[in-house]
């Protein structure tokens, strides 16, 4: 099971602020992103932005990240802090 | 109090300057950047303010920012402090204070914490406007 965060806009999109996935074991950035896409077609065009950055347990993913049983997911629209 | 913060009530910037200036008398020179909320947003007049954060991981970015400027630039302590939750137009939004021997270095390092704190930290302003809510997607 992997938790799924969404904030800002994303979180307006989804209507959630997080969910629980079961997702195969040990899976690529770009697998998971497939598998989000499929479960919420609301965000594929976020998606597909490359603006849009995904965190695992809290630090920033690279296409290398791979995802695994109990892991937080969060997907981070564009920052605008400060 | 935590040098490295994110809370709802405001802050004051006398203090956060006096809480840095605690640590070293060797300090010679402090830099402070304040953001605050202002009423116009690409000729939208704007009524309020909400920040929302990854609570967890904002703190430690923010966290990160100051031990980078500790590495990086020839400073001697930084506070930054920035608040969530609904604002208020002309509050106080975000405070970076840069201290070092000399002013130079704590400019450099100020300048530097702000844009890196735009870049890596996970918060999010939405505007509110008379016309509705948006949330912003860029930072200049």
Known sequence: MVKIRFFAMLKNKVGQEEVKLDVPENISLEKFKQILKKEFPAITEFLDKKSIMISVNQEFATKNTMIKDGDEVALLPPFSGG | ?140
């Open chain 2, 1 to 140: 109090m935590e040098l490295v913060r994110i809370q709802k009530q405001d802050f004051s910037v006398t203090e956060e300057i006096e809480l840095v200036k605690a640590v070293s008398k060797s300090i010679g020179g402090v830099v402070v950047f304040l953001g605050t909320g202002r009423d116009i947003s690409k000729s939208e007049e704007i009524v309020r303010l909400d920040f929302e954060h990854y609570p967890g991981m904002a703190e430690k970015k923010l966290q990160e920012i100051r031990v980078r400027a500790l590495d990086n630039f020839n400073i001697i302590e930084m506070g930054i402090v920035h608040r969530i939750g609904k604002i208020e137009i002309g509050e106080n939004i975000v405070l970076i204070v840069a201290a070092a021997q000399h002013r130079n270095d704590a400019f450099m390092a100020c300048e530097w914490a702000i844009a890196e704190l735009k870049r890596i930290t996970p918060i999010w302003k939405k505007e509110i406007t008379k016309k509705g809510e948006v949330w912003v997607e860029e930072h200049p």
